[in-house]
């Protein structure tokens, strides 16, 4: 049974950076994309970030236009735990982060991302003020 449970958000001022973490349960890195979405109010959820380590020593990753330079996304795999280092963050990256899971190789970072992500954590609320 894949799970996944964010943590880590909070309220923060612009400029300023949080970590997230997405605890894991139930399947096999090498086989699964994990990454990031966010959802602000009255927006579609978007891609933030995703992952995908085919090897022990080889790890792929791509962002968002919008976070690139500023967030970064890695994997603990000792500790079945994917991150989301936010720096710099902007008041626009206020919204619900949500960690997710794909048993295959990641897509694009693209607005239909999304709809191919099967397994999905609760969310993590990130508010970013000015």
């Known amino acids: 049974q894949v799970q996944l449970v964010e943590s880590g958000g909070g309220s923060v001022q612009a400029g300023g950076s949080l970590r997230l973490s997405c605890a894991t349960s139930g399947f096999n890195y090498r086989n699964y994309c994990v990454g990031w979405f966010r959802q602000a109010p009255g927006k579609e959820r978007e891609g933030v970030a995703l992952s995908y380590r085919a090897t022990a020593s080889t790890y792929y990753s791509s962002y968002a236009d919008s976070v690139k330079g500023r967030f970064t996304i890695s994997q603990d795999n000792a500790k079945n735990t994917v991150y989301l280092q936010m720096n710099s963050l902007k008041p626009e990256d206020t919204a619900m982060y949500y960690c997710?899971?794909?048993?295959?190789?990641?897509?694009?970072?693209?607005?239909?991302?999304?709809?191919?992500?099967?397994?999905w954590g609760q969310g993590t609320q990130v508010t970013v003020s000015s």
């Open positions: 997710a899971a794909l048993p295959a190789i990641c897509p694009p970072v693209r607005p239909d991302t999304v709809s191919a992500f099967q397994y």
